[in-house]
């Protein structure tokens, strides 16, 4: 089975700008989460979706958005881009969301960098 | 909400000896205690969990603890090998938000050294 699928793996932007990551889940697995990690804070938790529905959110400003697609891909935008959000942006997917003890399963991770 | 601590920030211990981590939580709800490795470059993975109605729970040379009512969780590793060199991460999943939303400590660097 493959495993959680990000694309693309690196990128690079300029402030101001906006950025679209993609990620598919393991196949079966419904529910998606996308996680921030930086030197600094750590790995921290941006939104969930499942059904198509975001059903946690995390401390984040708005300009940081998601959406699930029916086949459970899920998208994560950040508009109006800081220097301060360049990080290893990683999606987690798990079979479910109403089993909170399903265990989550990471892509590699999409490199960010703002300059 | 949620706040893991985890110790030591890093450790470094010689091939064959033990290497423990340790985590506190704060919300009493959480449930679910699950450890990552990641290696340089490389994404999370899952190296064992444990659920709330267990006290510890064992994976050939990893073991984890959990201690409820003090709010504690252990990750101890035997007879560590290089290849065990990462950086760990303590993982809570509490009851209040639900799902799949989970808090992180702030990992520690294990080294493991010939």
């Known amino acids: 089975k493959a495993g959680v699928t990000q694309t693309p793996r690196y990128l690079i932007k300029t402030r101001g700008q906006q950025v679209t990551l993609s990620c598919s889940p393991i196949?079966?697995?419904?529910?998606v989460s996308w996680y921030q990690q930086t030197p600094g804070q750590g790995l921290q938790f941006l939104f969930e979706?499942?059904?198509?529905?975001?059903?946690n959110k995390g401390n984040f400003p708005g300009r940081f958005s998601g959406r699930q697609f029916s086949n459970s891909r899920s998208e994560m935008n950040v508009s109006t881009l800081e220097l301060g959000d360049s990080a290893l942006y990683l999606c987690?997917?798990?079979?479910?969301?109403?089993?909170?003890?399903?265990?989550?399963?990471f892509g590699n991770g999409t490199r960010l960098t703002v300059t | 909400g949620e706040n893991v601590e985890q110790h030591p920030s890093t450790l470094s211990v010689q091939e064959g000896d033990s290497a423990v981590i340790k985590c506190t939580y704060s919300?009493?709800?959480?449930?679910?205690f699950p450890w990552y490795k990641q290696e340089l470059g490389k994404r999370p993975q899952l190296i064992i969990d444990?659920?709330?109605?267990?006290g510890e729970k064992k994976d050939q040379r990893i073991a984890v603890t959990l201690n409820k009512t003090a709010k504690h969780f252990s990750l101890h590793i035997t007879e560590t090998q290089p290849e065990d060199s990462a950086v760990y991460f303590c993982?809570?999943?509490?009851?209040?938000?639900?799902?799949?939303?989970?808090?992180f400590g702030t990992g520690t660097q294990l080294k493991v050294e010939l």
């Open positions: 987690a997917s798990s079979p479910a969301v109403r089993d909170h003890n399903s265990p989550l399963h």
């Open positions: 196949s079966g697995h419904r529910s």
């Open positions: 979706y499942f059904s198509e529905t975001q059903r």
């Open positions: 919300d009493s709800a959480s449930n679910y």
């Open positions: 444990i659920r709330s109605n267990v």
């Open positions: 993982v809570a999943r509490g009851l209040t938000g639900g799902g799949n939303k989970l808090t």
